[in-house]
């Protein structure tokens, strides 16, 4: 077991939580113990977003540049520390170290890069005179103590990226992570202090969603609530903020599907339905979870996809040639399983998988890669999120019956299009209803372009430029440039004098 200062990182120091509430951080993999620690009190809670509050006086004046050079020192200190982040990032999720060494760690650390670059480009549209009478300008200002609250299956991922672009638009954090899978969320909030951002800052609350997440959404001096997680509790911390009219922004679950036309490269779709379907045992919102398939293409897709989850190999998650590794905990797994039953049960084919793996494996929360033919469009393992390796395979007739059946689900974060024409790539973009639509591949995310959801899926932007119109408030300010005691608007009013 690692040795363990606590989860908590309040005010610059790491301690463990106030409650009387334990909890064991677990590599899901194996089973293993990593640390165990108290967890936060509503207590604690108010002391971290204290902190917070306090620290946003000096950050919030800070400059650009003071505030970019911080950041990329902390960049610095994290691509320093990648291997250790990579390894920790392994073993509190149970994902292979390929998937963290080659995805997890650098894009966190291209995103800080991305965000301090971004923090000295915050500017308003051009000020003018708009009423002829009147200079008007724009003024882009932190909005203070944003209480973000992350996911467990990309921890880290899901912590920059709520963490990121609220400090460099110059607020103050309290973040806080899955308690399944806090280890790596306080090491770069420890990071960030030794790279010179203030302390209260960044904060780290490790508890339960009941206790420090509900402590947290509903304190007073939270200015706003940023979610990542599912689209239950997205509706209870909304419904929380609504009572102090709290701004949110809400990233929630995913249920993508992939449309192959009859004119797309059949290796290319395979391919890339198998990786979309299976990265991170596809615990991904943006996983290709549906795919449509046109009726001409169906059988020798289906064959394909099979063929190559064949070859994906399960295993030690700290194994370099692992491909996929556990679930994050058993109870996921379970669910995962039982969703297939009750497919299997409702009629549809289990191709390939469908199972609870034997062997070494059993003793993590494995699950073998997924492949279900025959489901009902209107069925539980197409509508809702599995969260899960598993791929549904569905036919299609026309371009009309695919947009159609992409469109429903409830969800709407992300989607992807195969095909060999510009025409269809065009409509695809247009007509399917998700906040990222890809053509001819599925997954890649960048720095530089939005993450978001329609729909069930949520509303605002990770990543991008345009998170800051979340993180910020705009406010106009109008100057009147005639210096005259009677204005013509007045006699609206009064005309005397
Ligand atoms: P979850 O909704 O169970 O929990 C998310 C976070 O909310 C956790 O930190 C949890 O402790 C906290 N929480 C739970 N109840 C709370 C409450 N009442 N008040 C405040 N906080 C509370 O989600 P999860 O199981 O950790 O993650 C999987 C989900 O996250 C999936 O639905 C997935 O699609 C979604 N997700 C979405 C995105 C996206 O960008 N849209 C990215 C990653 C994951």
Not at 86 to 91: G, I, K, V
Not at 167 to 185: F, H, M, Q
Not at 425 to 437: M, T
Request: glycine fraction near 10%; aromatic fraction near 6%.
């Amino acid at each position: 077991m690692m040795a363990s200062a606590g989860q908590q990182f309040i005010a610059g120091k790491r301690r463990p939580g106030g409650s009387a509430e334990q909890m064991s951080v677990t590599n899901p993999a194996t089973g293993e113990v990593l640390a165990t620690d108290t967890l936060a009190s509503p207590e604690d809670v108010h002391e971290a977003v204290t902190a917070a509050r306090h620290a946003f006086g000096d950050w919030s004046r800070t400059t650009p540049a003071e505030r970019a050079e911080a950041m990329l020192r902390w960049a610095d200190l994290l691509q320093a520390r990648g291997e250790e982040l990579a390894a920790t990032e392994s073993r509190i999720g149970g994902k292979p170290i390929k998937l963290a060494r080659g995805f997890d760690i650098p894009g966190v650390i291209d995103n800080v890069r991305f965000f301090a670059g971004a923090a000295r480009n915050l500017e308003g549209r051009s000020a003018g005179e708009y009423s002829g009478e009147h200079t008007s300008s724009i003024r882009r200002e932190p909005l203070g103590v944003i209480g973000s609250i992350a996911p467990w299956n990309y921890p880290l991922q899901m912590a920059a990226w709520k963490v990121l672009p609220a400090v460099a638009a110059g607020n103050t954090v309290v973040l806080k992570p899955s308690e399944l899978t806090p280890l790596t969320s306080v090491m770069f909030a420890e990071a960030a202090g030794e790279a010179g951002i203030p302390d209260g800052v960044i904060n780290v609350v490790t508890g339960t969603g009941a206790t420090a997440g509900h402590a947290l959404v509903s304190h007073p001096d939270i200015a706003m609530v940023s979610f990542t997680g599912s689209t239950a509790v997205g509706r209870q911390v909304a419904a929380t903020a609504a009572g102090d009219v709290k701004r949110v922004h809400l990233e929630l679950g995913g249920k993508a599907p992939f449309v192959v036309f009859e004119d797309a490269d059949l290796e290319a779709a395979a391919r890339g339905a198998v990786a979309g379907a299976l990265i991170n045992s596809g615990q991904d919102c943006t996983a290709a979870t549906r795919a449509y398939v046109h009726r001409t293409r169906y059988e020798a897709f289906v064959a394909r996809v099979a063929e190559l989850m064949d070859g994906v190999r399960l295993g030690p998650v700290d194994d370099p040639d692992t491909d996929m590794g556990s679930l994050i905990s058993f109870g996921q797994r379970d669910r995962v399983a039982a969703m297939v039953d009750r497919a299997r049960e409702g009629g549809a084919t289990v191709v390939r998988g469908g199972r609870i793996p034997g062997g070494p494996l059993s003793r993590g929360a494995y699950y073998e890669p997924t492949l279900i033919t025959g489901a009902a469009q209107d069925s539980e393992i197409v509508q809702q999120e599995i969260f899960g390796p598993v791929l549904v395979c569905l036919p299609f007739d026309t371009d009309d019956d695919a947009i159609r059946l992409a469109n429903d689900t409830p969800y709407g974060l992300a989607a992807s299009a195969w095909t060999g024409s510009v025409f269809r790539a065009q409509r695809a973009s247009r007509d399917i209803q998700a906040g990222c639509v890809w053509i001819n591949d599925h997954i890649p995310i960048i720095s530089e372009m939005p993450h978001g959801g329609y729909k069930a899926s949520g509303f605002g932007k990770d990543m991008s430029a345009y998170s800051f119109e979340d993180y910020t408030n705009v406010k106009h300010v109008m100057s009147e440039t005639t210096g005259a005691p009677r204005k013509s608007w007045h006699d609206l009013v009064f005309t005397s004098g």
